[in-house]
């Protein structure tokens, strides 16, 4: 599976042509997706300490959960696990169960029709050893570890609309490719990264939404690499 970084959340998809994440990476390397190959289980649950922590929540209050399976020719490529306040997103097309996005644009269409806009987030990439159901879900063989790209995104007042929509899929198979770039001198100067194939006008800052793909990087102490927050 190849993920276009930053570019991946770029307005002029979700909100121009309606792609969805999974199927603007498929796009960009001209493999064919159909709605179909996203399934969802959809529940009210309760938050646990990192869920509320992230919605401002107290632990044990309601939150909906909305986990994905991704399949690409009947083959799982990851899962994708979201939280909300059921007051942000109930009675939409994010809390039906029906196979497919939810909707022309997705998630994020969804969240800006209840006025509700992403326009940053910051994502967390680390590995750890799969859950019983991810075993399961993805077919993973013994011994097989998960990368875990964990995503917050917030509106342009700094309020989370998603908690932790944790994304899984298979270690061995997961490569990050990045391309070091010097920044312009001034403010926020010093070497940057941004994955492969993303665009960087110099002498510019990045734009909201994938005219630029610039990803910043620090380490976390703990062995995760950790975006600060940035608009994509």
């Excluded at 997706?33 to 938050?47: E, F, L």
């Excluded at 009675?91 to 169960?97: E, F, I, K």
């Excluded at 209840?114 to 019983?132: K, S, V, Y």
């Amino acid at each position: 599976m190849k993920r276009l970084g930053a570019d991946r959340y770029a307005k002029a998809k979700w909100k121009g042509t309606g792609l969805v994440a999974f199927a603007a990476d498929r796009e960009a390397t001209g493999r064919p997706w159909k709605p179909g190959d996203q399934t969802q289980t959809v529940r009210m649950t309760t938050a646990d300490t990192d869920i509320a922590e992230a919605l401002g929540l107290e632990v044990g209050d309601q939150v909906y959960e909305q986990a994905r399976l991704v399949k690409e020719a009947n083959v799982p490529t990851h899962t994708l696990t979201s939280y909300y306040r059921p007051a942000d997103v109930e009675g939409t097309p994010l809390v039906d169960a029906k196979a497919g996005p939810a909707g022309r644009g997705g998630g994020f269409a969804v969240l800006t029709s209840q006025g509700l806009e992403p326009d940053n987030m910051t994502e967390t990439i680390r590995a750890r050893m799969p859950t019983p159901d991810e075993i399961d879900q993805l077919q993973l063989p013994g011994g097989e570890p998960v990368m875990i790209l964990q995503r917050i995104t917030y509106t342009a007042e700094g309020r989370i609309t998603t908690g932790a929509s944790n994304l899984a899929q298979h270690a061995t198979n997961c490569r990050l490719n990045l391309f070091w770039i010097k920044a312009p001198r001034g403010r926020g100067a010093g070497w940057r990264a941004r994955p492969a194939g993303g665009r960087h006008r110099p002498g510019t800052p990045a734009a909201k939404f994938g005219t630029s793909s610039r990803l910043r990087l620090r380490s976390s102490g703990d062995g995760s690499v950790v975006p600060r927050r940035q608009a994509v």
